[in-house]
């Protein structure tokens, strides 16, 4: 209880990292609770601008924080040294379901986290000029 989400989630990504010898990780699983999360929402700004090739850009994206109890509902995501893309879906107590990317959080009663790691695979993040976004790209590991 009381634990924060980003630093618990990173400390579990490295510990299954470093014990298995890999650079990379997932998340396979998780339950939980939470008494605040922030989220980003997906795809969601203030405002929208062309960009000179015809390209949307997005000024500033809309966050939502909750400062409430509310259950785990679906986390998902990879780490790497290029860092970590998190998604999560949480719903409050009358059942109301949101989501978006993860940006912080801190657990309110428990957090039952599952990581995964696969040998012979890293995960890494590469400019896609197309959304100008870095991208997940996965390259096989030679040992």
Do not use: C, Q
């Not at 997906?42 to 997005?58: F, V």
């Not at 259950?71 to 107590?93: C, K, P, Q």
């Not at 009663?109 to 012979?120: R, S, Y």
Request: overall charge negative; hydrophobic content about 35%; glycine content about 10%.
């Amino acid at each position: 209880p009381g634990e924060d989400l980003t630093d618990g989630l990173l400390d579990a990504a490295k510990n299954a990292m470093n014990s298995s010898n890999t650079t990379s990780a997932f998340v396979l699983s998780s339950v939980g609770s939470l008494e605040y999360v922030k989220l980003r929402m997906a795809s969601a700004s203030r405002t929208d601008n062309d960009d000179d090739n015809g390209r949307i850009t997005r000024d500033a994206n809309e966050m939502r924080e909750w400062n409430e109890r509310l259950e785990i509902v679906s986390l998902i995501g990879t780490f790497s040294n290029a860092g970590r893309h998190l998604h999560m879906s949480v719903s409050d107590a009358k059942g109301n379901v949101s989501g978006g990317h993860f940006v912080a959080g801190k657990v309110f009663t428990t957090l039952e986290l599952v990581i995964g790691t696969i040998d012979g695979v890293e995960f890494d993040r590469e400019n896609d000029p197309k959304t100008g976004y870095k991208e997940l790209t996965i390259k096989e590991v030679k040992r």
